[in-house]
Structure formats: structure tokens, C-alpha cells
């Protein structure tokens, strides 16, 4: 027992301290830690189970703008291990991991608090002159402070929680049990209501109705209704394209290609051509640079920057991340007595979506140092002016796709397998999520580097990004779908009795259409959710009202 505390305190530790983003990323997600639990923990099945159906309650819940609506990875790790503890049914995992999560709201704001104070240390060092220093704030004070408010709960609730978790299963009543049950299958509406408000448009809702009645009338699981939907949306994403170039074709005339002018650090004018491969002249000139990162550079650059959010705090959020990955650069094209001036410029306020998008702004930034450091009338407020300019817009675009399109549909993918009891369910969640992710991370920095913020902007503007955004919307809208008619797992019990005949409410509501009530549900807290009421009440109004229907025998749970 002692190892599975010290491994499932380490889990929550790196879960919350994001020192390199490719091994933390996933550990936000229950439905990774579930399983990973359940494999430290010597009981992986259950394990994946919880977190599994945890997973469902936290699909919709978007986690932007250094805002955390609920703690997905305290409720992940922390009721898992409560209900491996308690050999407790997997449903009942929603109803230990939720109490967790809100309390996790309380460790997140403390995290982050004491985090402020390292920023300011940061300044002192860059005042001083000591560049050094600021690998070291950026991941070791964190590290004590996601140890102490993390690591520590975690392990003593496997260490000496066992004795009290199986107690407390062993003394509540059956019926209790029961009704905290319909209390787990009315839960994952919460999160698919915060998918469809996310996703929903009023000419794309119609995909969310027909992905919910393909499940529930032709019994399609959820793979094949991603194939399908899948294929629907890239016919719209064709349709999309061949109407806009055929409008643009039709309306626009044939533009002149203007000449751009730079200005370069003497303060004459120098004119920019367009060549024939697309690049510029500018662009050429810079090969004639004496001071040049090189791929190498830019790889290791890459690398620093998934270490932004390993200090993320509230007062300048990602600045000291990114400070540490401007070392590197800094130090390559500027001798040592201006390295720390040069950094000061990055511990400002900043934040964006850091993996899949956001990366692009920050290749731009290197262009801009690299012109910096070779005498190119670039400041410093010219840097940071292009840097804040971009973050909301990639963050709009990059939370938009990651987190409210590709993520939920995979992990309604991933949840739904492991729910079957195949561990290729968090396994390809994991897997596939991050592999995609940070390729196109990948690739947009790069680009960034490559083109500049000229380029980034015409991206912004040319109407690809809406396009595409619809067609991910409409493979989500239909999972979604499928997800409400297979997870929302409740049913009406009640019976009555008219003469001699017996009348059953579910089989009368099986023969206008199967699944009305998971769906009635799922639309009324879908309506609760659009009138913004705060998530917090709508769990508390679950838990009542599924308790209080359970003991009325209104509602009961779909044995699997």
C-alpha cells in the first residue's frame, strides 16, 4: 500500500505541476488517471471504470482563460482511488469524485496564489542579472507547493483511507446505494449540455437529434456513429469550400499585389516583392543575418515552451513559463551583458491556448528577436504588441478545437470503450489526443517562425478556420448524441394498474420513441446551462432531485 500512495501522490502532483506538458497533459483527465489509478492501486479495471464514468460528468467542461470551473484532475485521481478503495460499483464513482472536485477549487486557487510570488522573484533575478535563476523558480518552488497541496492529500487518502472508505459503503443503505446510482446516470447530461451549449449553432443542432436516435433506433455504438459523422461533415466541410471560392470567383475582382515596405534600423525605407515560391525579399534578406537560430534552436525552443504552465499562477498566469523558454534563444543571439534586459520582455501578463494553436505566436515572437538582434527596427513593444495582439485570437481558436471539439469526441470515443471494459479506450484517448496536439503544436510554431505575424493574420481572416470549426462541430454534435442516449442511464420504474390490466410508463414511452426521458433530461439541463446557471447548482439539483425521484420510484437506472 505504501508504493500505490507514494504513486498515486505522484500522479496527483503532475496532474496540477505541468512541468512538460506532453507527459502532464492527459493527467487532467479522469479518464487517464482512472486507469493509471487502477494500475497503482492493483485493481486497474475498476480503475479505468471510475474513471470512465467520471470522464462523462467533465466532457463540456472547458477549462480557458485561467478560469477552472471545476477540478476534472483532483475529481479523476481522487475518486478513483475512493472507489477502488471501497470496492465500491463504478457508477457510484461520479458521487465521490464531484465533492472532491469542488474542494479541488480550493487547492487550484492556492496553487496558483502562492505561484504569484515567485514571478516577483523572477523580476529580482532579471534586475540582477541572474538569467539562471529562472529555470529554477519556474519549476521547483511549484513543485513544493503542488506537493504540499496535492501530493500529501493524495497519499494519505491511500494509506490510511481503506478502513474509513469501506466503512462508509458497508453502513449506507441499499436504497441510498441505489439512488446515488440514478444520481451517476443523470450526471453525464451536465456534461453533454456543456458540449451542446458550446457547440450547438441553431443550423447545426439537427445533428445532435439525428446522432441521438441512430443510437437508440439502430443500436450504432459510438465508433460507428464518429464514422458516420465523419464522413457527413466533410462532405458539408467540400460544399462549404466550392460554394465560398465560386462566390469569391463571381463577386471579386482580381486584386494587385501591393508592395510592402520595412522600415530597417537607419530609418529608410526598404521595398518587399513578393517572389515566385511566396517568400519575400525580406525573407531572403534574412539569410544574410550574422546572428541565426537554427533548427536546432528552434527545436529546443519548442521543447522549453511545454513547460509554460509548470508555475501557471494568477497573477501573470503563463509569463514566467515563457520567460524560461526564451533562455535559450535570448542567449544565442544576444551577448550576455543584454540577456536579462531582453527577458524582462516576456514577464509580462500572458496567456493563450499553450499546445496546438498558441505555439504559432510564439514562433513569431523568434522572428521578431531574431530581426531584433540584427539591428531591424524592432522593439521590444513592437514584440509584445504582436504577442497580445495573437493570444486571443489563437486562444479562441485553439480552446475552441482542442478542448471543445477534439477532445470531448475522442473521449466520448475513449469513455465509451473503457465503459465496455476495453482498455483501448484510455489508451487511444491518450495516445491519438496528444499525438495530434502537439503535432500541429508543432507545426504552427514553426510556421510562425517561418512566415511572421502577416501570415498568421491572413490564417485569422480567410474564413478556413469557420469552416473547419463547423465540420469538427458536426462530428461532435452527433457523439454527443449517441453519448446522451447511451450514457444518460436512467428509466422511469413506475407501473399502475387499470381493471385487470397492468400499464408500464417506460414501455409507453419506448413506443412514441425510445429514450425520451434520457433526452427530456438531457434538453431541460441543456435549457439550464444556455440561461447560465452556474454548474455548481445544477449539480446540487441533480443529487436532490435524483435522490428524491429514486425514493419516489420515478426513476431507476438501465441495468447494463
Not at 354 to 383: K, T
Not at 403 to 432: C, D, E, H, K, R
Request: with cysteine.
Amino acid at each position: 500500500m505504501l508504493l500505490s500512495a507514494i504513486l498515486v501522490a505522484l500522479l496527483a502532483i503532475i496532474s496540477q505541476w505541468w512541468f512538460f506538458a506532453p507527459i502532464t497533459r492527459c493527467m487532467t483527465y479522469p479518464l487517464t488517471t482512472g486507469l493509471l489509478v487502477g494500475i497503482f492501486m492493483g485493481n486497474p479495471m475498476l480503475g479505468m471504470l471510475a474513471g470512465a464514468n467520471i470522464q462523462l460528468v467533465y466532457l463540456g467542461w472547458i477549462n480557458a482563460g485561467g478560469v477552472m470551473p471545476s477540478n476534472t484532475m483532483v475529481a479523476g485521481i481522487y475518486g478513483s482511488a475512493l472507489t477502488i478503495l471501497s470496492s465500491a460499483n463504478p457508477k457510484l464513482a461520479v458521487t465521490f469524485a464531484i465533492p472532491f472536485s469542488l474542494l479541488g477549487l480550493l487547492m487550484v486557487q492556492i496553487y496558483q496564489t502562492v505561484n504569484s510570488f515567485w514571478v516577483h522573484r523572477a523580476d529580482k533575478a532579471l534586475s540582477e542579472g541572474k538569467v539562471g535563476q529562472i529555470r529554477f523558480l519556474n519549476y521547483v518552488p511549484s513543485f513544493i507547493v503542488a506537493f504540499i497541496v496535492y501530493g500529501i492529500p493524495a497519499f494519505c487518502l491511500v494509506m490510511f483511507g481503506k478502513s474509513w472508505t469501506t466503512s462508509l459503503i458497508s453502513a449506507i443503505p441499499a436504497k441510498f446505494t441505489t439512488a446515488l446510482e440514478v444520481v451517476g446516470g443523470l450526471m453525464p447530461a451536465l456534461g453533454i449540455a456543456m458540449l451542446l451549449n458550446y457547440l450547438g449553432k441553431k443550423e447545426l443542432n439537427a445533428f445532435f437529434i439525428i446522432g441521438f436516435f441512430l443510437t437508440v433506433y439502430l443500436k450504432l455504438d459510438i465508433m460507428a456513429i464518429a464514422i458516420f459523422s465523419a464522413c457527413i461533415a466533410f462532405l458539408v466541410f467540400i460544399s462549404q469550400s466550392h460554394s465560398s471560392k465560386e462566390a469569391a470567383d463571381a463577386t471579386s475582382p482580381k486584386k494587385k499585389v501591393r508592395r510592402l515596405t520595412l522600415q530597417n534600423r537607419r530609418g529608410t525605407a526598404e521595398e518587399v516583392t513578393p517572389t515566385q515560391n511566396g517568400a519575400s525579399a525580406s525573407e531572403a534578406a534574412t539569410i544574410q543575418y550574422t546572428k541565426k537560430l537554427t533548427h536546432s534552436d528552434l527545436v529546443k525552443t519548442w521543447l522549453w515552451e511545454q513547460s509554460d504552465e509548470a508555475a501557471y499562477n494568477y497573477e501573470r498566469l503563463q509569463a514566467l513559463g515563457l520567460t524560461n523558454m526564451m533562455i535559450h534563444p535570448i542567449r544565442k543571439l544576444y551577448s550576455k551583458d543584454r540577456q536579462a534586459d531582453e527577458l524582462k520582455k516576456y514577464m509580462v501578463f500572458f496567456n493563450t491556448e499553450p499546445h496546438m494553436v498558441g505555439p504559432i505566436i510564439h514562433g513569431v515572437a523568434l522572428s521578431m528577436e531574431e530581426a531584433r538582434a540584427n539591428g531591424q527596427n524592432v522593439s521590444a513593444d513592437d514584440i509584445n504588441s504582436v504577442r497580445t495582439g495573437l493570444m486571443g485570437p489563437a486562444a479562441g481558436i485553439g480552446d475552441t478545437v482542442q478542448q471543445g471539439i477534439f477532445f470531448p469526441i475522442l473521449a466520448s470515443v475513449g469513455a465509451s470503450l473503457a465503459l465496455q471494459g476495453n482498455y483501448l479506450g484510455p489508451v487511444m484517448f491518450t495516445v491519438i489526443f496528444e499525438l495530434v496536439i502537439y503535432t500541429i503544436g508543432y507545426i504552427m510554431f514553426m510556421f510562425g517562425y517561418r512566415k511572421g505575424k502577416e501570415s498568421v493574420i491572413s490564417i485569422l481572416k480567410n474564413g478556413l478556420i469557420g469552416k473547419v470549426t463547423n465540420a469538427f462541430s458536426i462530428v461532435g454534435l452527433m457523439v454527443v448524441g449517441a453519448m446522451a442516449a447511451s450514457r444518460v442511464a436512467v428509466r422511469t420504474p413506475l407501473v399502475w394498474t387499470v381493471g385487470k390490466s397492468t400499464m408500464k410508463l417506460q414501455s409507453i414511452l419506448n413506443q412514441l420513441a425510445p429514450g425520451l426521458i434520457p433526452l427530456g433530461i438531457t434538453v431541460l439541463v441543456w435549457y439550464l446551462v444556455r440561461k447560465k446557471v452556474n454548474p455548481t447548482w445544477i449539480i446540487l439539483g441533480i443529487f436532490i432531485a435524483g435522490i428524491l425521484l429514486s425514493y419516489l420510484n420515478v426513476l431507476g437506472i438501465v441495468k447494463a
